[in-house]
C-alpha cells in the first residue's frame, strides 16, 4: 500500500480508477476500508468516470500513529489532506467526508477554500455549533479497562466502535483532545465553495443537519432517514444524493440474489 510523508508522519493511501479525481475523508476511529471501501465508493465513483483517492487519517487504520495531542490540531490534519493532494499533484478536487472528516473538511473550507470544488460533509450537524464536550469524556472512555461500565452513552457508543475496528486506543484518546477546536462560527457566512450537509435520521451525535447548512453561505442540506452516524455511508441513498449534487452520473446499485 502506498504511503507518503506528511511532515514526519506516514499516511497510507490508495487510488482507484483514472478521471477527474475526488478525495474521501472517512471519520473518527474508522478507516478508508471501514468507510468507504466496505460500501464500495471507490467502486461506485469509478462507474461515474472518477478516481476515487481514499487514505486513513494520522492515527487511524495503516497510517503512522501519534500519541501527542499536539500531533491531531485540526489545521495538521487538515494539512494531511492538502499534502496528499500536492503528493498526487491533485491542484483542487471535491471531497466527500464524514463524521471527523467532514469537521476536517469544513476547516479546508474556511482557510483554503483554493483546493476544493465542492464538499460533501455527512455526519456532521448542529453539534458543531454548540458548546464543544469536554475531551477528556471521550478519552477516558477509549483508556478505560472497563467498557462495559462507561456511563456517558455517546463515549460508549465510540468505545464499541473503537473495540470492532481495532483501532488503537491511545492514538485515539491522543486524537480526541487534539482536534478539538472549535468551530469559527463567525466565518462559515464567508464560504464560497458549494457545500452539501448531508445527515442521518437517528444521528445520535451530530444533531439536524438544518442549523449548519443554514450557517454556511449556500449550503444544501438533506437527511437520510433510517440512518445511524455510523451506518449512512452504507446506505445507497448517500451515493444517490451526493453524485447529485457534484453533478455525477446516477449511481448504479446491484441487487443481490442469494
Not at 196 to 204: I, K, M, N, R, S
Not at 235 to 243: G, H, T
Request: charged content about 20%; aromatic content about 6%.
Amino acid at each position: 500500500m502506498p504511503i507518503f510523508d506528511s511532515q514526519g508522519v506516514e499516511i497510507s493511501y490508495e487510488r482507484w480508477g483514472t478521471g477527474d479525481p475526488v478525495i474521501l475523508a472517512h471519520g473518527f476511529a474508522a478507516n478508508r476500508r471501514q468507510a468507504w471501501l466496505a460500501a464500495d465508493w471507490q467502486g461506485t465513483l469509478m462507474q461515474a468516470g472518477c478516481e476515487a483517492v481514499l487514505f486513513d487519517q494520522r492515527g487511524h487504520g495503516e497510517s503512522q500513529k501519534c500519541y501527542d495531542p499536539l500531533d491531531y490540531a485540526i489545521d495538521t490534519m487538515a494539512g494531511d489532506l492538502l499534502r496528499l493532494m500536492d503528493h498526487l499533484e491533485i491542484a483542487k478536487a471535491p471531497v466527500i467526508s464524514h463524521s471527523m472528516g467532514a469537521r476536517i473538511t469544513l476547516h479546508l473550507l474556511l482557510h483554503h477554500s483554493d483546493r476544493l470544488s465542492a464538499a460533501v460533509l455527512i455526519g456532521v450537524g448542529e453539534s458543531l455549533l454548540l458548546e464543544r464536550r469536554d475531551p477528556e469524556i471521550m478519552a477516558q472512555a477509549l483508556l478505560s479497562d472497563e467498557p462495559w461500565a462507561i456511563e456517558d452513552q455517546a463515549a460508549a457508543s465510540f468505545r464499541a466502535f473503537v473495540d470492532s475496528t481495532r483501532s488503537d486506543h491511545k492514538a485515539l484518546a491522543a486524537c480526541t483532545h487534539g482536534i478539538g477546536r472549535e468551530l469559527e462560527k463567525d466565518l462559515l457566512g464567508s464560504v464560497t465553495v458549494p457545500t452539501l450537509v448531508l445527515g442521518a435520521q437517528h444521528d445520535e451525535f451530530s444533531g439536524p443537519v438544518e442549523p449548519l447548512a443554514a450557517a454556511i453561505a449556500g449550503a444544501r442540506c438533506a437527511t437520510l432517514p433510517g440512518t445511524t452516524h455510523h451506518s449512512i455511508l452504507a446506505d445507497p441513498a448517500a451515493k444517490d444524493i451526493a453524485f447529485e449534487f457534484l453533478g455525477l452520473p446516477p449511481p448504479v446499485h446491484y441487487e443481490h440474489s442469494w
